[in-house]
């Protein structure tokens, strides 16, 4: 009778690509259970290969060793169809997080290239903006050291995603005071978050904004809120809400504050007449 065909452990380990401790492993989680030879050696065969032939698929499917042992185990049409349309739904939800995952990026990059463009201007400009969406970190008036600590713990109480990279800093800066280091000092902080399809978020209202936007590290603000004031009083503009500043290029991205990119807003309105004020806080 001719000898039924085999393998030993060396050679199954290199037709397969494994180490010959991982076809141990499979044989002790049950697995694979082969035959030993005379000389009491291992000898894959036939029903090894077609288990190790799944095995291998499944683990490139990503299926875990737990879950390719209970297909093993018990495989019909109806556990085969129900495991793949799992599997299926799983991909699904891969591809849209990976899906939000990209707009995140597009619209990080997207903020970036046109702050980029704006800072080539060196200029104020008036820019019509649509409703954007924003959460509030903190009311208070945070010191610089606290605000990385503050953010996350919001964004873990409204259940966000920490996600650091993709978001934009805002803060509503009070143009009539310094702080020690010559900074106009953050009212509150906020963290813009452009949608406003998120649920209970706050919402910087639609309208024309005078946009500045400008490198360097935040000492350089109060220039440029002072130059954008001459703007206003040239172009006969007023002030229509809070000073804002957003943070599109910081430390997160750049250790090069030479880098930095933020951009100051303030919604603006015509001047009317001599009774038209300014309000320069929500």
């Not at 591809?95 to 990059?109: G, T, V, W």
């Not at 803060?171 to 900074?183: K, T």
């Not at 360097?216 to 809070?242: K, S, V």
């Amino acid at each position: 009778m001719e000898r039924e065909f085999s393998l030993n452990i060396k050679q199954t380990a290199g037709l397969y690509g494994v180490s010959a401790d991982t076809l141990r492993y499979y044989e002790a989680i049950g697995l694979v259970a082969p035959k030993r030879g005379a000389n009491a050696y291992r000898e894959y065969r036939k029903d090894d290969f077609g288990r190790l032939n799944i095995i291998m698929s499944m683990l490139n499917m990503n299926y875990t060793l737990s879950e390719i042992r209970s297909f093993l185990d018990n495989h019909s049409l109806e556990t085969s169809f129900e495991l793949f349309s799992n599997e299926l739904d799983s991909i699904d939800a891969a591809i849209a997080k990976l899906s939000q995952r990209r707009r995140k990026i597009e619209h990080c990059m997207q903020n970036i290239s046109m702050s980029l463009r704006a800072r080539e201007e060196k200029q104020s400009r008036v820019v019509h903006k649509g409703p954007r969406g924003y959460v509030i970190v903190s009311e208070d008036e945070l010191s610089g050291d606290i605000i990385p600590y503050a953010t996350i713990k919001r964004m873990k109480e409204l259940g966000m995603e920490i996600d650091s990279i993709h978001t934009v800093p805002c803060f509503i800066l009070d143009p009539s005071r310094r702080s020690a280091d010559g900074c106009l000092v953050a009212e509150k902080t906020l963290l813009s978050l452009g949608s406003i399809d998120n649920k209970g978020c706050e919402i910087f209202p639609e309208g024309d904004y005078l946009c500045r936007t400008t490198t360097g590290p935040a000492e350089i603000t109060p220039t440029i809120w002072r130059e954008m004031n001459e703007f206003m009083d040239q172009n006969h503009l007023i002030a229509a809400g809070p000073l804002l500043e957003f943070w599109y290029v910081s430390e997160y991205i750049s250790d090069n504050q030479d880098e930095y990119l933020h951009t100051l807003e303030i919604m603006v309105n015509p001047v009317k007449s001599s009774s038209d004020s300014v309000s320069t806080h929500l």
